[in-house]
């Protein structure tokens, strides 16, 4: 009978079913917890060589992975080896014990390792007891990636069975933990290449060459965006309602070195005065009625990117004072928190009211309004860019006939006096609905005025 079988023939072990299932168990249990803590099998392997050993009493455990590039075996884990004992344990595939398992799948158990010539030794612990040698493959998704090896005192009345079924359900939960952080790799790793693609399609987007509108008060504003784009100064971006302020403020962040970190948009006129603190700074749980959780506001978000604050002259008197110590000393503190937060923010305002007036008034901070001022940009109404109103026009009516599945292709001259001779109190944004409900209703491949 060759040593590689006995094992299956070997009497029951002395300890009581019962107790020993009891114990496997606990065991398992304990397995289970250590991957549920993390996704990193490498952080909890230690731990669990630990406990596996100690439940079936090892002089030591190893697991061991292949590497599918170079098709090297390496003990990735190890209790009850030394550091460099466990360094010597590389093997090839249909190497020793370990290689043949991972090279066939199948559990391969050596009752007496001292009359076996599979086993190796290659970790070399020198003259020891006679001992047993159990090894198990660990499968993920049908391949075999590596191994889990357990080495105890020889016991010839020992039934190494139970300890290959305990080996291979633990192998099997090893597995099923690799296979989900295989899972998630792939979905960050898809994540990843998915939001490197949105950022470039922003990136290009805004430039300032993609904004439509060539008349002489368009460039002063893309030579603006161009100047300061680079630089990590505040920038409040002036105009009416409608022309096109946050364009500019996209075009500014995804133009600086800022454009691979976060644009974090906050309406401050959409804010409600008790909600808009904890919207900017964040609150800690328990800060409020209704504050389960901590949370964290756009300040923190946009970290190492840009903010853009919209209708700023909207922020109430009592917030503006933490708006400005922020854009002075870079910190703040959450609602109902006392740990100061140090961020790394650009901050964009944008407003179409007048703040100076707002300042004379008293109802806009006179040292908000300079620290915000340092690079003002003035968006002009269409109604100052009149060449601008064709080419926004035929902009507007090619993006929704594509989007509508509408055959329009141009406007007739008659629509083109008319828009030509209105002044646009909605600036752009009234000229864009305005072409989009022409092409919803619009009967041909042209837009009359009837």
Same mark, same amino acid.
């Given at each position: 009978?060759?040593?590689?079988? *006995? ?6 072990? $002395? ?14 249990? &304990? ?13 909890? $392997? #230690? ?38 004992? %466990? ?24 009752? *007496? ?7 190796? #030794? ?9 001992? @047993? ?16 090896? $357990? ?5 010839? &009345?020992?039934?190494? !069975? ?19 952080? *295989?899972?998630?790799? &792939? #979905?960050?790793?898809? /994540? ?14 805004? !430039? ?20 300061? @784009? ?62 389960? $959780? ?11 990117? =840009? ?6 002259? #909207? ?17 703040? &503190? ?15 305002? %944008? ?16 040292? /908000? +309004?300079? *620290? ?27 993006? +929704? ?10 406007? =007739? @001259? ?6 030509? @001779? ?17 092409? /919803? ?10």
């Amino acid at each position: 009978m060759s040593p590689e079988s *006995r094992p299956f023939e070997t009497a029951p072990a $002395a300890a009581p079913a019962a107790d020993r299932h009891s114990r496997e168990l606990d065991l398992l249990g &304990e397995i289970s917890r250590l991957l549920d803590h993390t996704l990193d099998l490498r952080e909890v $392997a #230690d731990p669990m060589l630990e406990a596996l050993s100690a439940q079936l009493g090892l002089e030591y455990a190893t697991l061991t992975l292949l590497n599918r590039k170079t098709g090297d075996i390496l003990i990735e884990a190890a209790h009850g080896l030394s550091a460099q004992q %466990a360094q010597r344990g590389r093997y090839r595939l249909g190497e020793g014990v370990t290689g043949k398992v991972v090279q066939d799948g199948q559990p391969i158990v050596i009752s *007496r390792t001292s009359e076996s010539p599979l086993f190796l #030794d290659k970790t070399r612990r020198g003259k020891r007891p006679d001992t @047993s040698f159990i090894c198990v493959p660990i499968k993920v998704e049908r391949e075999v990636a590596g191994a889990l090896s $357990a080495n105890r005192a020889y016991d010839p &009345e020992a039934d190494l !069975r139970q300890d290959v079924r305990l080996l291979t359900i633990v192998a099997s939960m090893i597995a099923q933990a690799a296979k989900l952080r *295989r899972a998630v790799q &792939e #979905d960050q790793g898809r /994540l990843t290449e998915e939001n490197a693609r949105l950022k470039a399609e922003l990136k290009e987007r805004f !430039r300032p060459a993609n904004i439509v509108g060539n008349s002489h008060e368009m460039q002063i504003v893309y030579d603006q965006i161009a100047q300061v @784009s680079k630089s990590a100064a505040s920038v409040l971006i002036e105009g009416e309602t409608g022309t096109g302020k946050e364009l500019v403020a996209h075009a500014i962040h995804y133009n600086s070195p800022r454009a691979d970190k976060p644009f974090i948009k906050a309406h401050c006129a959409a804010l409600p005065e008790s909600v808009i603190e904890s919207e900017l700074f964040g609150h800690e749980k328990g800060a409020f009625t209704g504050a389960v $959780a901590e949370r964290k506001g756009r300040f923190e978000l946009a970290h190492g990117g =840009s903010l853009l604050l919209d209708e700023i002259g #909207d922020v109430p008197m009592s917030i503006q004072i933490k708006l400005l110590r922020v854009l002075q000393e870079r910190e703040f &503190e959450r609602v109902g928190g006392t740990k100061t937060i140090k961020v790394d923010v650009r901050v964009i305002a %944008a407003t179409n009211k007048d703040l100076p007036t707002l300042v004379q008034q008293g109802k806009f901070r006179e040292d /908000l +309004y300079y *620290r915000l001022h340092v690079f003002p940009i003035y968006v002009p109404p269409l109604r100052k860019r009149k060449a601008d109103v064709v080419l926004l026009a035929d902009f507007f009516l090619q993006k +929704y006939a594509q989007e509508n599945g509408k055959d329009v292709r141009r406007l =007739s @001259s008659a629509v083109i006096d008319m828009l030509m @001779s209105y002044h646009w109190p909605g600036n752009v944004r009234e000229l864009e609905n305005c072409i989009e409900r022409a092409v /919803l209703v619009a009967e041909g491949n042209v837009i009359h005025p009837y």
